[in-house]
């Protein structure tokens, strides 16, 4: 019988807040989309490599043992962004550094949100979910996350991800390259859309 008063008891939280969980859910879609994304960008990244490495560093990119959160291919990234950086510094190339390091913030910002709303008990009110932190042994301070900016937040994320991804592996593309024929490096990113 308490498993059923449970049971009941959830359903009226799930339907009394079905507003908020659809925010929430929504918004740890936009982060399945941008995880994806990410996934395809540094996976075309790496599109270079015989197919049979390039088959094997997907199936790596995707195994959740090796590649266990969007947090670890975010540093992974920031590792290639880095090695890029000094490659073309060493060529004497453009390569828009801070730029990249930027947007690998904002991911991390929108991925600490998520954090926040997936790990905390949360209660909700205009808008928002509220969680508690303690400040010290007694007190505790109430934290709001107001959903509807964190999903523009998100979206906008994702909306980068489309632009700048494509804009580093244009970059990338030309920083590995240096040296090689211009009308060649053209005429394989023609290609590989």
Known sequence: MSQQNTGEQQ??????HAEYFKKIGFLFHLLVRIENKLD????????????????IFNQALLDEKIFPTLENKRRFLLKIIVHLAEKAKRDGLIFDE??????????????????????????????????????????????????DIEIEKAEQVLEECHILLTKFLEEAF??????ESTCCVWEALSNRE
């Not at 954090?115 to 934290?143: C, M, P, Q, T, V």
């Open 174 to 179: 030309v920083i590995m390259h240096k040296g």
């Open 98 to 147: 801070a730029r990249y390091h930027k947007f690998c913030r904002t991911l991390l910002d929108v991925q600490k949100t998520r954090n926040k709303l997936a790990h905390r008990f949360l209660s909700f009110s205009e808008g928002s979910a509220s969680y508690l932190i303690r400040k010290d042994f007694i007190h505790f301070e109430r934290k709001e996350i107001k959903l």
């Open 11 to 16: 359903e009226r939280l799930l339907e009394k």
């Open 40 to 55: 395809m960008n540094i996976g075309a990244f790496f599109g270079e490599l015989n197919q049979t490495k390039n088959s």
